[in-house]
Structures are given as C-alpha cells and as structure tokens.
C-alpha cells in the first residue's frame, strides 16, 4: 500500500515477533523478528526482543550477543532503555559465570532505571548476582572478606526485593562468610536475622 510508510511496515512484523513472544512460540519469534532485524539492524527493541525468542529456545550464547548489541545502542540514550538492555543480561552473564561483569551491569542498571517499574528487577537480580559471586568467592580463603562484601550487598536489597526464603539463604550466606573473615559478632547477627526471615531451621545445612 502506497499509503503505508516504511515506519509502519516495520513495525508490523515487529508487533507479530512481540505476539509471538507472549504466545511463547519463540522458534516463529525468532524467524520474524531476524528478517526485521535485516530492514532495521540497529533498532534497540528489535534486538531485545530477538535475543528473548533466542533465549526462550535455550540460545544462549546467540541471546547474550543479540542483549550486547542492544545495550550498545542504548548507551546513547541510557537511562531505562540501558537499563532494559542490562536487566537481561546481567543474569545471563552470572550463568555463565561471568560474576564480575554481571555485577557491574546491573549496577548499571539499578542506576539507570530511574523510579520505572525496571528497578525492582534491577534491584533483585543485582542482589542474586552479589549472592552468587558471594559463594564463588567463599571457595578461596583469599577472597574471604570478598565474600562478605558481596553477602552484605546482598542483604541490602530493599524489602521484598527477595522471598523470605532466598533471604535467609543470603543472611546464612553473610553468617558463614562473617564467620571465614573472623568476625563473629556480625556472623552471630547474620544468623539471628536468618532465624527472623526463615524460622530457626533457616541454616541448618543437609
């Protein structure tokens, strides 16, 4: 239709990849959204909502290159769109061990997201992420105090950033590394806050 702009014919099979998506058919998702990614190859959201067809279908690797190229683009604007970008990331980079790096992105992103909707996904993704780190680090005597930090971080998440559970496993998590770093008074506060949020059973250990 000679009526229809080029903005407008995009954005067609963009919404049909969305509808997809939510549809949780991401092998078509994918398809769509590639060949719009052909017309638009620098377009922020088409990237995004690549790398989730990809990652809905166990793509790893192809989804964490699709989320990079997007948060590249969204350094020009930053603000939610990084943070967008970063809030999908960040977790793929601590499942792949990438510790480091997925802290330092969400960080980003928890800085980026302003008072959006995305900073409560910010907040408890970047808490998981100082968790996850707080345990690699706690498998070297070196890194002791590293840990810690890390499990501190972690309990700082604002309150129902974290389920009660997942809580008490992080309260845990700070009582042990207290414990390695040779501070018994935290490590004895840590373990009392654990009770707190998960019962008196919360650091028994199988």
């Not at 058919?25 to 590639?34: D, F, H, M, R, W």
């Not at 808490?127 to 005597?141: E, G, Q, V, W």
């Not at 992080?170 to 501070?183: F, P, Q, S, T």
Request: proline share 3%.
């Amino acid at each position: 239709d000679r009526d229809v702009t080029g903005v407008q014919t995009c954005a067609l099979p963009i919404y049909l990849g969305l509808v997809l998506l939510l549809s949780k058919k991401y092998s078509e998702a994918e398809q769509v959204l590639a060949r719009s990614l052909k017309k638009v190859p620098n377009d922020m959201v088409v990237n995004r909502l690549l790398g989730r067809a990809q990652l809905g279908q166990h793509k790893a690797q192809a989804a964490q290159a699709t989320y990079e190229k997007a948060a590249q683009m969204a350094l020009r604007t930053r603000g939610p769109d990084l943070a967008a970008a970063d809030v999908e990331v960040g977790p793929m980079y601590a499942d792949d061990g990438r510790l480091d790096q997925a802290v330092s992105v969400l960080e980003t992103a928890q800085k980026e997201a302003g008072q959006t909707a995305l900073l409560p996904v910010a907040q408890r993704n970047l808490a998981i992420a100082h968790f996850k780190r707080a345990l690699a680090r706690m498998r070297d005597p070196k890194q002791s105090d590293g840990a810690l930090e890390d499990m501190v971080e972690a309990a700082k998440a604002p309150k129902g950033t974290l389920t009660n559970k997942e809580m008490a496993a992080v309260e845990c998590g700070e009582a042990i590394a207290a414990l390695k770093a040779n501070k018994i008074q935290q490590a004895e506060d840590a373990w009392e806050a654990a009770t707190k949020s998960g019962g008196d059973n919360a650091c028994q250990f199988k």
